[in-house]
């Protein structure tokens, strides 16, 4: 990850992460017809690359996979913006982005509430050591590595082994885990979100088979599925998962430093920018979380700071899959290997 160059010192520089709320909240205000623009040219070519996919079925099934690979990316972008709805920036009424969230959370298999309610405590408690597994990927510090049993590491490691968290976790993710309220068991309306959002899944999952048969389940709804899944998992982890990001124990810990410098500001080339719905631009998001996705690009524009604070890049990020556990003494994260040369 590179470092902010040096600026001159200015209002900005000297900033806290808490003093800048009050400046970002002047961008929280959704443009109601941007929104419905948003959401249109996200759902209206997935649509459409269904339907192209199901009539290519009869001209060669390579073409009706390629579509179905590339209409991944538009389920991811719609995952974003039920992402949004899901901290009420979308519309300006909680009700309408409710609903828009529910309904995207059919496509994506995520209910909705059940989501909403987890991912806000991962918000509420991003970087605190001290309430970690609501949300989050599993991150143990150094020191609670190494009391563990030989077989306990031997699980650590292979939860965190690339192949797991990008390749089997996302599948078990979608598929399996969200089929059910898990931490929220206790809750009626949890079970109601995923119970209503499992029977339409079925009755829509029903209705391609009877019509497009095996074929349109395994070339189309599953590739886009997976590949979506795979890429929000990854899009996850390195938001939150890089050498000098921000953990500490629970007395110490405080909400805007934990959002802001636990946050990366992954870049990204505009097109993956635009399909990911600039989520890469999470410390900002995690600063105040109610700003649009489309306005995020305007704090950039607007604040020289928070555009050079975090960045990553893509080739960057990758060496982030190796990072696996907090070192308490010198505040980054670690792996196993460098770990055990400064403390086995």
């Known amino acids: 990850m590179k470092h902010s160059p040096d600026f001159p ?13 009050k400046t970002l909240a002047t961008y929280r205000e959704p443009d109601l017809g941007r929104s419905f623009f948003e959401l249109a040219v996200s759902i209206g070519p997935f649509l459409a690359l269904w339907v192209l996919a199901w009539m290519s079925m009869s001209v060669s099934l390579w073409l009706t996979l390629g579509l179905s690979i590339l209409n991944a990316l538009f ?5 974003t913006i039920q992402h949004d709805c899901g901290h009420g920036s979308f519309f300006k009424h909680r009700a309408v982005s409710d609903w828009v969230g529910r309904v995207i959370g059919v496509l994506t298999l995520t209910p909705y509430a059940v989501w909403r309610r987890t991912h806000s405590i991962h918000h509420s408690a991003a970087g605190n050591l001290g309430k970690r597994g609501i949300g989050d990927i599993l991150t143990l510090t150094v020191a609670e590595y190494n009391d ?7 699980k650590y490691r292979l939860y965190r082994n690339p192949v797991v968290l990008f390749g089997f976790a996302p599948s078990y993710l979608f598929f399996l885990q969200n089929r059910l309220p898990f931490g929220l068991m206790k809750g ?29 389940l395994l070339l189309i709804f599953l590739p886009s599925t997976l590949l979506a899944a795979t890429a929000g998992m990854w899009l996850f982890y390195v938001q939150h998962q890089f050498e000098n990001t921000h ?12 959002a802001l410098h636990g946050s990366s500001h992954y870049v990204m080339p505009r097109v993956l920018q635009w399909f990911s719905a600039n989520i890469g631009i999470h410390h900002v998001h995690h600063l105040y979380s109610r700003i649009p996705f489309y306005r995020l690009t305007e704090v950039l524009r607007d604040h020289a700071d928070l555009a050079q604070a975090n960045r ?13 556990l907090w070192d308490e ?16």
Request: proline share 1%.
């Open 9 to 21: 010192k200015s209002s900005e520089s000297t900033r806290s992460a808490k003093d800048w709320v």
């Open 75 to 79: 389920l991811l972008r719609l995952f």
């Open 148 to 154: 563990l049993s030989r077989f306990e590491q031997f």
């Open 188 to 216: 009626l309306r949890y079970w109601i979100s995923a119970m209503g959002t499992n029977l339409v899944i079925v009755a829509a999952l029903t209705v391609i088979w009877y019509f497009g048969g095996l074929p349109a």
């Open 247 to 258: 953990w500490s124990g629970e007395e110490d810990w405080q909400l805007h430093d934990a």
């Open 312 to 324: 990553m890049t893509i080739r960057e990020s990758l060496v982030c899959a190796r990072l696996h």
């Open 329 to 344: 003494k010198s505040h980054r994260l670690l792996s196993f290997s460098q770990a055990n040369a400064l403390y086995g």
